[in-house]
T-cell receptor, first 113, second 113 residues
Framework: QQQVKQSPQSLIVQKGGISIINCAYENTAFDYFPWYQQFPGKGPALLIAIRPDVSEKKEGRFTISFNKSAKQFSLHIMDSQPGDSATYFCAAGVAGSGEKLTFGTGTRLTIIP | KAGVTQTPRYLIKTRGQQVTLSCSPISGHRSVSWYQQTPGQGLQFLFEYFSETQRNKGNFPGRFSGRQFSNSRSEMNVSTLELGDSALYLC????????????FGQGTRLTVV
């Protein structure tokens, strides 16, 4: 009930291409869906987040698409750059519940020249 | 504005020992959560504190404990260390309880030998 399933586990994309990472959740109480970016040796950094009242949110080259009926959301990185190479985590939480975020298992993204 | 500060960055302990990790949240943030990150289990929620009170606790044994001080700084303690406790321990701060936007520190890398 609390799981967040993330795919793929790893992804290789050519520079300039579109990177797409998908997540699916089960708990319909989730109402906050952030994405975190983590570089080796660093803590996760909040990248972008969405709430279920919108189907898409864009910030620069990063876009979250949200499908409430399918209980799925995805991260799209447009014009992917080598500096985007990192591990990406999706997460889900319930506003008002405190900070208990349930995380996906992570996607290791590598952007090749 | 300073970010979340975790100390120490690295620790090596022996099985059976205990360890205390420290976290200073972003100035003005009053809620602190702790997560354990391992390659096998990913990011797992340990506990959350707000106003010196534990609000949520994850599915970890009682050897894992924490506390929060009046200045919002938090510590977590692990007693009777086991090899499986080797992990990156991450602290996240939020403005208040029930505020899901969480900002992570760089973590403390604990190695149990």
């Amino acid at each position: 009930q609390q799981q967040v399933k993330q795919s793929p586990q790893s992804l290789i994309v050519q520079k300039g291409g579109i990177s797409i990472i998908n997540c699916a959740y089960e708990n319909t109480a989730f109402d906050y869906f952030p994405w975190y970016q983590q570089f080796p040796g660093k803590g996760p950094a909040l990248l972008i987040a969405i709430r279920p009242d919108v189907s898409e949110k864009k910030e620069g080259r990063f876009t979250i698409s949200f499908n409430k009926s399918a209980k799925q959301f995805s991260l799209h990185i447009m014009d992917s750059q080598p500096g985007d190479s990192a591990t990406y985590f999706c997460a889900a939480g319930v506003a008002g519940s405190g900070e208990k975020l349930t995380f996906g298992t992570g996607t290791r993204l590598t952007i090749i020249p | 504005k300073a970010g979340v500060t975790q100390t120490p960055r690295y620790l090596i302990k022996t099985r059976g020992q205990q360890v205390t990790l420290s976290c200073s949240p972003i100035s003005g943030h009053r809620s602190v959560s702790w997560y354990q990150q391992t390659p096998g289990q990913g990011l797992q929620f340990l506990f959350e504190y707000f106003s010196e009170t534990q609000r949520n606790k994850g599915n970890f044994p009682g050897r894992f404990s924490g506390r929060q001080f009046s200045n919002s700084r938090s510590e977590m303690n692990v007693s009777t260390l086991e090899l499986g406790d080797s992990a990156l321990y991450l602290c996240a701060s939020s403005l208040a309880a029930g505020y899901t936007e969480a900002f992570f520190g760089q973590g403390t890398r604990l190695t149990v030998v």
